[in-house]
Nanobody, 123 residues
Framework: QVQLVESGGGLVQPGGSLRLSCAAS????????MGWFRQAPGKEREGIAS???????TYRAPTMGRFTISRDNAKTTIFLQMNSLKPEDTATYYC?????????????????WGQGTQVTVSS
């Protein structure tokens, strides 16, 4: 069993920045893929970015350039640096995990999901 703990969400003004973190625990991970997704009220959950233990990444185009995913393999932790935030970025942000490498944003590929952290962009 894998546990995911997200942190770093909160209220930020438009144009501001936030850094989300997600730590995986519960097993030893020689190869893994972790990703960030988000779900806004009334909308379907969508992928943002994923990174595997080899450092390969994939991004969904709309947030590419403003959002950057990174990882700390030693801690099996990923981060999402979000810059130039807009009100439409308001959503619950979820971390997801699967064993094995190969970046994807296909939600069915992930076996474990975090509880989510709320990001609100508002003045």
């Amino acid at each position: 069993q894998v546990q995911l703990v997200e942190s770093g969400g909160g209220l930020v003004q438009p144009g501001g920045s936030l850094r989300l973190s997600c730590a995986a625990s519960g097993d030893s991970f020689s190869s893994y893929l972790m990703g960030w997704f988000r779900q806004a009220p009334g909308k379907e959950r969508e992928g943002i970015a994923s990174v595997d233990s080899d450092g390969a990444t994939t991004y969904r185009a709309p947030t590419m350039g403003r959002f950057t995913i990174s990882r700390d393999n030693a801690k099996t932790t990923i981060f999402l640096q979000m810059n130039s935030l807009k009100p439409e970025d308001t959503a619950t942000y979820y971390c997801a995990f699967r064993r094995g490498s190969g970046p994807t944003l296909r939600q069915s590929a992930f076996d474990y999901w975090g509880q989510g952290t709320q990001v609100t962009v508002s003045s």
